[in-house]
């Protein structure tokens, strides 16, 4: 996949649209990126973790009895099955290790599962970091066990009581932070969002997701899969997968996005397909906004795609039509999670529900095509949700 | 020289008349206002600031209405002093940059203050408002190398904002040494006035501001006196504040 330019931008979007007091430390991180790609130590010791830390490479498995049942093949890859649950663990450790090499003592990151801030302060601890985390109230409500679990690995919790007191106030405070302490930490973003060069940073280092599955896919089936689908919070697990498959005019990127209750405002996290071009969080990107420019508030099932924003390059391959959109309700994502548990044995989280979710939904149209799913993360964190919606 | 103060305001807070009241007040005592419009997401801001805007959006706010009221101001105001419109990115690319540039310009706005788009982001909005002269207000902070600040500080209009601190609005003013010699080297290198912002509560803080630079920007303290209510504690700190 293509760098951005050098201003940091994916055709129209993307930038540095942070405090003048951050362009230092963005460029000192820009700097210490580059080289850190080069630096075969590095590189290597990043590669070692992802084996024998984090458990790579996962496996594709091909879901027989599903595909049977929705007369398509269905292939997941298998993030749920990393270390700590989810895909979060790739760029947490990649950062961690970046941290390390710029020689800075302590990360903060934000939040909202936290799928995120367990993967945060698990390479932390790894790596013996101080660790602060950024949580809304209202998600540290929502998500007790994994709070407890960030603080068993030693970080601190920061509870945000600002604003919605969600994902976006976490980044929100989580930016404050960096302002106030930039020469000790390094702001540890948990998606391809944020300012240059966090978005192609971080997808760079999930993009071990999509080159793995083009080999395996093809190992597989000796072919390639159709459709390569994932589901978009920021966008990360997105384009670690899309990235393996950009070159592949036969294989279709399709990003699913948070449906909600409704389409209406309010009531969905639907960024790509229903935003306007504005300024959140660093960058230049497509943005949930009232008629005021005032960041809408947003409703998900699933708190890591309960976000307004959404990564540049997200915008930028929606405007070149070079990945299509589209969006899989609460209802629909509830039901293919119990779906997936039943027919597979396997719980995968929401937000990876719902990829699936938009697949069963327009199973017809997917009709014997090879499709290849990102299963980004496993459900257990959900159950409490699960148990209250279905159960 | 004379000090060259500004004073900033929360747009419509707390609610349309003693927030027009409080403009042509403050402008009385300062040489410049600083207005904010509020956004639902202010990174630049402290808890003071950020929960009147959240109070301003509350109670539904529009840009339009704002507009208003500067416009109402700005005719009644002495032409010298200088009215300035402090927002966060979104809210400009949200009503076109073009646009709300042209729709500032209608209402006597003098320049714009974007804590969100540093150097590096600047051209464009820089142009547009070139075009309607206007001027682009630039921020030096101490983590700009000597260089940038050179830089930064010889394309200055209307005023250099120089960020003392590192945080948001409503933090404690300190300044290290290595900070007062940038704002030195600020001065020499910009053609207008190199102010201090973030940290100006009080007389001590005021006294110290003018030491190192040709004025300050009082926010979160003059927010604060007003969201009592009394236009007294607002006026009686704009006293203390400008030494009148
Ligand atoms: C399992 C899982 N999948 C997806 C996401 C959404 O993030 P992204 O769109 O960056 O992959 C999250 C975020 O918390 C997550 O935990």
């Not at chain 1, 409703?299 to 990945?323: C, F, M, N, Q, R």
């Not at chain 2, 007040?25 to 997401?41: C, H, M, N």
């Not at chain 2, 600031?49 to 700005?74: N, P, Y």
Request: aromatic share 8%; charged share 25%; hydrophobic share 40%.
């Amino acid at each position: 996949m293509r760098r951005p330019s050098r201003k940091g931008y994916f055709g129209n979007y993307g930038g540095r649209f942070v405090a003048e007091t951050l362009i230092n430390a963005l460029d000192e991180l820009n700097q210490a990126y580059e080289s850190f790609r080069e630096n075969q130590d590095y590189q290597q010791k990043l590669k070692t973790l992802l084996s024998h830390y984090a458990g790579r490479p996962t496996p594709i498995y091909f879901a027989r009895r599903l595909s049977k049942k929705i007369s398509v093949n269905l292939y997941l890859k298998r993030e749920d099955l990393l270390h700590t649950g989810a895909h979060k663990l790739n760029n947490t450790l990649g950062q961690i290790l970046l941290t390390q090499y710029m020689g800075k003592k302590r990360v903060i990151a934000e939040t909202g599962a936290g799928q995120h801030g367990v993967a945060t302060a698990t390479v932390a601890a790894l790596l013996g970091l101080e660790c602060d985390i950024y949580m809304g109230e209202v998600d540290i409500e929502r998500q007790a066990p994994n709070v407890k679990r960030m603080e068993l690995l030693g970080a601190r919790v920061i509870p945000v009581k600002t604003g919605s007191r969600t994902l976006k106030d976490a980044v929100n405070e989580a930016l404050k932070d960096w302002v106030r302490n930039v020469q000790s930490t390094h702001y540890l973003i948990g998606s391809v969002v944020g300012p240059h060069p966090f978005p192609w940073m971080v997808r760079d280092f999930q993009s071990v997701i999509g080159k793995e599955s083009r080999r395996q896919f093809r190992k597989m089936t000796g072919a390639l899969p159709d459709y390569a689908v994932a589901c978009v919070g920021g966008g990360s697990n997105a384009l670690g997968l899309f990235s393996g498959f950009m070159n592949d005019p036969s294989v279709k990127c399709i990003g699913v996005e948070a449906g909600g209750r409704a389409l209406t405002p309010g009531d969905h996290a639907a960024t790509v397909t229903l935003g306007k071009k504005g300024v959140l969080h660093g960058s230049l990107s497509l943005l949930l906004q009232d008629e005021e420019g005032q960041v809408s508030p947003v409703h998900s099932v699933s708190a890591g795609l309960d976000y307004p924003g959404v990564g540049p390059e997200h915008s930028h391959l929606h405007e070149t039509k070079k990945a299509e959109y589209y969006h899989c309700s609460d209802e629909s994502a509830l039901q293919a999670c119990q779906t997936l548990a039943r027919w597979e044995g396997i719980i995968p989280a929401l937000e990876s529900s719902h990829a699936l979710g938009y697949i069963l939904d327009h199973q017809s149209r997917y009709k014997d095509k090879d499709v290849l799913i990102n299963l980004s993360g496993r459900g257990d964190k959900d159950l409490a949700i699960i148990i209250r919606e279905v159960l | 020289m004379t000090a060259y103060n500004g004073f900033y305001l929360v747009g419509n807070y707390p609610d349309f008349e003693l927030f027009t009241e409080a403009l042509r007040e403050g402008l009385r005592y300062f040489d410049f206002a600083e207005i904010g419009i509020p956004f639902s997401d202010p990174v630049a801001d402290g808890p003071v600031i950020a929960t009147a805007a959240d109070a301003v959006l509350k109670a539904g706010f529009k840009w339009e209405k704002l507009l208003e009221s500067v416009q109402k101001v700005r005719q009644s105001a002495d032409s010298h002093k200088k009215l300035y419109w402090m927002s966060y990115a979104n809210i400009l690319y949200h009503h076109g940059l073009q646009n709300f540039i042209e729709r500032s310009k209608e209402v006597g706005i003098d320049g714009i203050i974007v804590p969100d788009i540093p150097f590096v982001e600047s051209e464009e909005l820089k142009k547009l408002c070139h075009q309607h002269r206007m001027d682009y207000i630039h921020f030096a902070t101490p983590e700009n190398t000597d260089e940038q600040i050179k830089r930064i500080a010889s394309a200055a209009q209307g005023f250099l904002y120089f960020v003392s601190i590192r945080g948001v609005t409503g933090s404690r003013l300190l300044v290290d040494d290595e900070t007062a010699r940038k704002i030195q080297l600020a001065k020499e290198y910009s053609p207008v006035p190199v102010i201090l912002g973030f940290g100006i509560r009080d007389k001590k803080t005021v006294e110290r501001a003018l030491q190192l630079a040709d004025g300050f920007i009082a926010g979160t303290a003059l927010v604060k006196a007003l969201g009592t209510g009394e236009m007294d504690n607002f006026t009686s700190l704009c006293k203390q504040l400008t030494g009148n």
